[in-house]
């Protein structure tokens, strides 16, 4: 099994779509992360968690699932990296495979130490591109070989049809 542990403001800092958006709404930014981070999670197989500091969310450590994807907000005295370093160490074993997404140097370094693997922020972005662009082209071809109707009809006959299904006359 393949888990990617994600760095949520590391990321959100890097992109350079979501760091615009947090500096609106910081909200905003992490559900689109979160968003993304499911359809990556949908498409890759892998089992997606997303770790955020809980210094911009005050409280104790809170875990939820959005979208099938696991979402930690730290305890208050602890950073995403203690968390991701403790997730990574907990998580590993002969059958997983751990990815760390984080652009913090140092971060990539530790986690490296414990035999998960680092992705930069940058890296996952590109990654991230080319499985929207896969999904899109897979969507496409679906619905470029699905048959409109059982009946063969011509473009005209369709468009009139279509008019009628729409109430037009």
């Known amino acids: 099994?393949?888990?990617?542990?994600?760095?949520?403001?590391?990321?959100?800092?890097?992109?350079?779509?979501?760091?615009?958006?947090?500096?609106?709404?910081?909200s905003s930014a992490r559900d689109l992360l979160i968003e993304k981070m499911a359809e990556y999670q949908a498409y890759t197989g892998y089992r997606v968690i997303i770790v955020f500091d809980?210094?911009?969310?005050?409280?104790?450590?809170?875990?939820?699932h959005k979208h099938k994807v696991e979402v930690i907000f730290t305890k208050g005295n602890e950073t995403a990296d203690e968390h991701i370093e403790k997730l990574a160490k907990q998580l590993n074993n002969i059958k997983t495979q751990i990815h760390v997404a984080t652009s913090d140097y140092t971060e990539q370094w530790a986690i490296f130490?414990?035999?998960?693997l680092r992705k930069s922020a940058r890296e996952l972005l590109n990654e991230m591109g080319s499985v929207e662009k896969r999904?899109?082209?897979?969507?496409?071809?679906?619905?470029?070989?699905?048959p409109?109707?059982?009946?063969?009809?011509?473009?005209?006959v369709a468009e009139i049809f279509e008019k009628w299904r729409r109430g037009q006359q």
Do not use: C
């Open 1 to 26: 099994m393949d888990i990617l542990i994600v760095d949520g403001y590391n990321i959100i800092g890097a992109w350079p779509s979501l760091r615009e958006l947090k500096s609106k709404d910081l």
């Open 54 to 64: 809980a210094h911009l969310v005050k409280g104790i450590e809170k875990k939820n």
């Open 113 to 116: 130490g414990q035999g998960a």
């Open 135 to 146: 999904i899109e082209n897979k969507v496409k071809k679906t619905v470029e070989k699905k």
């Open 148 to 156: 409109a109707s059982k009946i063969q009809l011509s473009n005209e």
